[in-house]
């Protein structure tokens, strides 16, 4: 079975008592109205209808006709049917999945006639925000007769898809889309929808997400929408979706054909043709019966040029839960990007450092062993004995990883910077800031910042750590954010989707935003530098909150639009991780480094970013 394929149709959550309570838009029918269904067969496109949820969501349905374009036989078990004569609406679908359970006993070419209840599936739940996809259940099949072609393709081009991504959804229906009349001339997902469950195809595209464990890469159809510097897709705001992007999977199972491996820019060449399914991890996703040939376009790890001997090298990565029991080819990797990719910076922040036996669940909370290992691992790729400090948190505190303990970590050179010890910071004594006019210093170092603080509940508290290079001091203070978890997804049936977890990260910014302001209060000319896996965009509500009163300001907005990103999620390149400055670091050069988020073969799935700086 494949992995990528079960996963995405674990989907479904029938929902025929959502739509009976009006939930999704649809009524329960009389049983008058009922029985004249099912008294008269029924065109697909009549099933499909002009809005995102069937007008005869859970009705029975009889003499469904149509021809087999593809068969599932693993996962989310059944067929795609297309109707070879349309009805010239291009709001209605001609497609559509029929449900079986068990392995089909039809092929593809069979022209077969259904009876079977009328549903519409969400993947993911009603909790997820997901749109619904509608389909045949507890189907009835006759095959009338084998060997007939398969529907034409409808092909998705770079002029078919609109430049707006979605309709704004109804007020009146909770933000919802679903009762909107498809416009799929005017937006990107009413095309889509319009297109739910028939065969359609593509010609050659670009990469603009790599392929990824579950056997899924992503591409583009519209190669002009906010191309990267490295051949990704932007984005670069909420209302630059993208609607180009398309999920590319493929029917064959991986026993039978191994899934391609690309990376970013790289080219899917040929015809990918199949049927239009949607599914919880991505929405839209041509499910390739045909699979074009990828292209290797040779994209290479970037390197960063090293600091001069008077600069202050600083760096912020995600080591994605690195504890002890990880293969050493994991320490290796991440040891040789920290000295070849980027240039052993004098500092860097880790983020998602396990402790000493990662996710086992016993109490354990100290680091030691995990940070040696790395740091050991870095000698023996020919970089500087890194010393560390950090503090221990709270068992189960903190959040991610159950019993992984993830904190902050700071490794530094101590033949090129110092770190200013102050004792007495532990997981829930706060660091404060203290000095007088023009010198300000921390309480606690390394210490934890506001760890009190409601926002940082079941949240990494950040910690934060006074150093001293050439000697001038250097505030750096190293974060990991709450996580997108519970947020909607930009294909929800809300639009815009509903951004739940945006409110904590708001909270979080705005305490480290406190934080800075009691230092610059004191020395409006601090070196401070506000680091790590933040979450979220450099245009969020949190990366406004932790500038307001221009205390900080985000370093990406000094790269070119096309080069900001740190992190590819659903063939959108993004910024996650940053590092913000406070307005005493005058001159900086700052770069994303692009070693991770875009490859098919990952150490972390986050790029790392440098800072260098004269203090």
Do not use: C
Not at 73 to 84: A, E, I, K, V
Not at 342 to 369: F, W, Y
Not at 470 to 498: C, L, M, W, Y
Request: no cysteine; glycine share 10%; aromatic share 6%.
């Amino acid at each position: 079975m494949s992995s990528s394929i079960s996963r995405s149709a674990t989907v479904a959550t029938v929902v025929a008592a959502a739509l009976a309570a009006g939930l999704l838009g649809g009524a329960a029918a009389s049983a008058d109205e009922a029985s004249a269904t099912a008294a008269a067969p029924v065109r697909i496109h009549d099933i499909q209808g002009t809005t995102r949820v069937s007008p005869l969501a859970g009705r029975q349905v009889t003499g469904v006709e149509g021809v087999v374009t593809a068969v599932r036989t693993y996962g989310s078990r059944g067929f795609w049917m297309q109707d070879p004569n349309p009805d010239g609406d291009p709001a209605t679908s001609e497609g559509v999945f029929v449900f079986t359970s068990s392995v089909p006993t039809v092929a593809a070419g069979d022209a077969v006639s259904v009876d079977g209840t009328v549903t519409e599936y969400v993947p993911g739940g009603l909790a997820s925000g997901n749109q619904s996809m509608t389909q045949i259940s507890k189907p009835v099949v006759t095959v009338r007769s084998k060997g007939n072609p398969v529907p034409a393709a409808v092909t998705i081009t770079v002029d078919s898809v609109p430049a707006a991504y979605a309709p704004a959804g109804d007020p009146a229906d909770g933000g919802s889309i679903d009762r909107l009349p498809l416009r799929p001339r005017s937006y990107a997902l009413d095309y889509y929808e319009s297109l739910e469950g028939m065969n359609v195809r593509i010609g050659s595209a670009r990469v603009v997400g790599a392929s990824d464990p579950y056997a899924e890469l992503w591409v583009t159809v519209k190669p002009d929408e906010n191309p990267s510097v490295r051949g990704g897709t932007v984005y670069g705001s909420y209302d630059s979706q993208n609607g180009g992007r398309l999920q590319i999977q493929q029917l064959a199972p991986l026993a039978e054909r191994p899934f391609p491996k690309a990376n970013v820019g790289d080219r899917l060449n040929g015809v990918t043709e199949g049927p239009l399914d949607f599914n919880q991890y991505g929405g839209y996703t041509l499910v390739a019966a045909t699979l074009g040939q990828v292209e290797d376009r040779g994209l290479i790890r970037e390197k960063t040029t090293p600091q001069h001997k008077n600069e202050l090298a600083v760096a912020t990565y995600n080591v994605e839960n690195l504890d002890p029991t990880d293969p050493q080819e994991k320490f290796d990797a991440l040891a040789g990007a920290v000295v070849e990719n980027l240039s052993s910076p004098d500092i860097v922040a880790l983020e998602e450092i396990q402790d000493d036996n990662g996710p086992k669940n016993d109490g354990v909370v100290t680091a030691g062993e995990t940070v040696k290992k790395f740091t050991d691992a870095i000698v023996a790729a020919g970089g500087p004995a890194y010393d560390w400090r950090s503090v221990d948190p709270e068992n189960g505190k903190d959040g991610g990883e159950p019993g992984g303990n993830i904190r902050q970590v700071f490794l530094f050179n101590p033949a090129r910077v110092s770190f200013v010890d102050r004792p007495g910071g532990d997981a829930t004594t706060a660091t404060k800031v203290t000095g007088t006019h023009g010198d300000a210093h921390l309480t606690l170092s390394p210490g934890r910042v506001d760890p009190a603080n409601a926002a940082w509940t079941d949240s990494r508290k950040p910690l934060a750590g006074e150093f001293s290079f050439r000697g001038r001091t250097v505030f750096v203070i190293a974060n990991h954010f709450g996580s997108k978890g519970g947020d909607e997804s930009i294909v929800s049936h809300h639009q815009p989707p509903n951004r739940s977890s945006e409110q904590k990260r708001l909270l979080q910014g705005q305490a480290v935003n406190a934080f800075v302001k009691d230092i610059v209060a004191l020395d409006k000319q601090a070196d401070v530098l506000v680091v790590g896996d933040i979450n979220d965009f450099e245009f969020s509500a949190a990366t406004r909150a932790m500038t307001e009163g221009g205390v900080l300001s985000p370093a990406a907005l000094s790269l070119p639009a096309n080069e900001r990103y740190s992190y590819v999620y659903q063939g959108n390149s993004q910024v996650l991780d940053q590092i913000l400055t406070s307005p005493g670091v005058h001159h900086f050069a700052y770069d994303s480094v692009h070693i991770n988020a875009e490859f098919a073969d990952q150490n972390s799935d986050h790029d790392p970013q440098v800072l260098r700086f004269r203090p």
